[in-house]
């Protein structure tokens, strides 16, 4: 396995806990969750749009 998608992955998982570990220290894990919650039902729709494209994509070959 390439050692760049690993360290990328690593560092990635450590990031998002530090944050999730600040946020519930804080008290503000309510308000990014509702944040997140609204972000990704904006954002949902576009992203199954393109996987179905993709997956439609590939069966045209």
Same mark, same amino acid.
């Given at each position: 396995? @390439? #050692?760049? /998608? ?6 990635? !998982?450590?990031?998002?806990? $530090?944050? *999730? ?6 008290? @503000? #894990?309510? /308000? ?6 609204? !972000?990704?039902?904006?954002? $949902?729709? *576009? ?15």
């Amino acid at each position: 396995m @390439n #050692i760049k /998608i690993i360290l990328i992955t690593i560092v990635s !998982f450590i990031l998002v806990t $530090s944050l *999730f570990m600040y946020l519930m220290i804080t008290n @503000n #894990i309510e /308000i990014f969750i509702t944040q997140f919650k609204w !972000f990704m039902r904006a954002a $949902s729709p *576009f992203v199954m749009i393109y996987l179905i494209y993709i997956g439609s994509k590939n069966e045209w070959k």
